[in-house]
């Protein structure tokens, strides 16, 4: 599905830009200039509001990235417990820093604040799917579900 149709489903809804713009991330991985002069266009608002909308909203990238989305919480419980080693891990099994893709474009890393979770850190999510107890030697296993 194009991102054109996946807003057109959304057009009718109030407030519909927000899911729409949900909707296009799940399948994009982040949103398209593109898309966000079409959301403009089908909810009948200036362009600059609809960058407004996807550039207000921390879990909204107007950035190309990986199709895979890692965050890292970086809030004191799971900083305490190890997430700077879960960092490195990271970093070292994808071989880019934080902030960045991997040149295959399967994997994005990224902070986050606390994704309430506390009871079982540090907690990695990934595509909104959380990891709990992470530790450095966990990291391969996880991402190979994803490779
Ligand atoms: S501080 Fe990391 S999940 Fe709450």
Do not use: W
């Not at 879990?59 to 190309?64: G, H, L, P, T």
């Not at 199709?67 to 960092?87: T, W």
């Amino acid at each position: 599905m194009e991102y054109q149709d996946i807003i057109a489903n959304y057009g009718d809804t109030p407030g519909g830009i927000i899911q729409a713009f949900h909707a296009v991330q799940k399948k994009f991985s982040y949103l398209p200039e593109d898309a966000i002069v079409e959301a403009a266009k089908v909810f009948k608002i200036p362009v600059a509001d609809a960058y407004g909308v996807a550039t207000f909203y921390s879990m909204f990238s107007i950035k190309a990235r990986g199709q895979n989305v890692i965050r890292i919480c970086e809030s004191a419980p799971c900083h305490i417990h190890g997430a700077a080693e879960v960092v490195a891990a990271l970093e070292r099994e994808l071989g880019v820093p934080m902030g960045e893709s991997t040149g295959d474009g399967l994997f994005a890393l990224e902070f986050t604040e606390c994704v309430g979770q506390c009871q079982a850190t540090p907690v990695i999510t990934i595509n909104g799917k959380p990891y709990f107890d992470v530790t450095p030697a966990k990291i391969p296993a996880i991402l190979a579900g994803y490779r």
